[in-house]
């Protein structure tokens, strides 16, 4: 930015410098410098006049060069903000989905603790303490999986540059 700061006060200075040369110049015809002079004269202004306009394209290429470099790291940024807030929001059901199975893995033990402690030897209780335990245990290993995923989506970029 202090580059076209600096940009913008030598454009601004070389446009003074113009606007003082066209005011020193004399209006009348009678009033004219002489010929060498005059020439003299133009051909300094416009000499300046052409710095300047060179000067003012390259400030213009290189505003034109910074915007697009911060319009492609926007972009990027905004699509790396988009890749994260899925994975969150993946993160957030797989662990949602986990409390609900813990849950539910919870009821089932203390309804088996129960009957064993009854005498009662209760198959259905068994088998859906066994499910919902199974039904955890998937829901630990896509969580886990799910985790390797974004590790190994950070890592590629990076696997990428060094190969």
């Given at each position: 930015?202090?580059?076209?700061?600096e940009?913008?006060?030598?454009?601004?200075?070389?446009?003074?410098?113009?606007?003082?040369?066209?005011?020193?110049?004399p209006?009348?015809?009678?009033?004219?410098?002489?010929?060498?002079?005059?020439?003299?004269?133009?051909?300094?202004?416009?000499?300046?006049?052409?710095?300047?306009?060179?000067?003012?394209?390259q400030?213009?290429?290189?505003v034109?060069?910074?915007?697009?470099?911060?319009?492609?790291?926007?972009?990027?940024?905004?699509?790396?903000?988009?890749?994260?807030?899925?994975?969150?929001?993946?993160?957030?059901?797989?662990?949602?989905?986990?409390?609900?199975?813990?849950?539910?893995?919870?009821?089932?033990?203390?309804?088996?603790s129960?009957?064993a402690?009854n005498?009662?030897?209760e198959?259905?209780?068994?088998?859906?303490?066994?499910?919902?335990?199974?039904?955890s245990?998937?829901?630990?290993?896509?969580a886990?999986?799910?985790?390797?995923?974004?590790?190994?989506?950070?890592?590629?970029?990076?696997?990428?540059?060094?190969?």
């Amino acid at each position: 930015m202090n580059d076209i700061a600096e940009l913008e006060r030598r454009i601004s200075a070389a446009l003074e410098r113009i606007g003082q040369g066209i005011d020193d110049w004399p209006d009348a015809p009678d009033a004219a410098p002489p010929a060498a002079a005059g020439d003299k004269a133009q051909a300094e202004l416009t000499e300046a006049l052409e710095a300047e306009r060179a000067t003012n394209a390259q400030l213009t290429e290189r505003v034109r060069a910074i915007k697009e470099k911060q319009e492609n790291m926007v972009g990027a940024l905004e699509r790396k903000v988009a890749s994260l807030t899925r994975s969150l929001d993946a993160a957030t059901q797989e662990l949602q989905r986990q409390r609900r199975l813990n849950g539910e893995l919870t009821a089932a033990n203390s309804a088996l603790s129960d009957a064993a402690r009854n005498g009662l030897a209760e198959p259905h209780l068994i088998n859906k303490s066994m499910l919902t335990e199974l039904e955890s245990l998937r829901a630990a290993r896509d969580a886990d999986v799910a985790e390797m995923e974004e590790i190994l989506a950070e890592l590629k970029p990076l696997i990428g540059e060094v190969a």
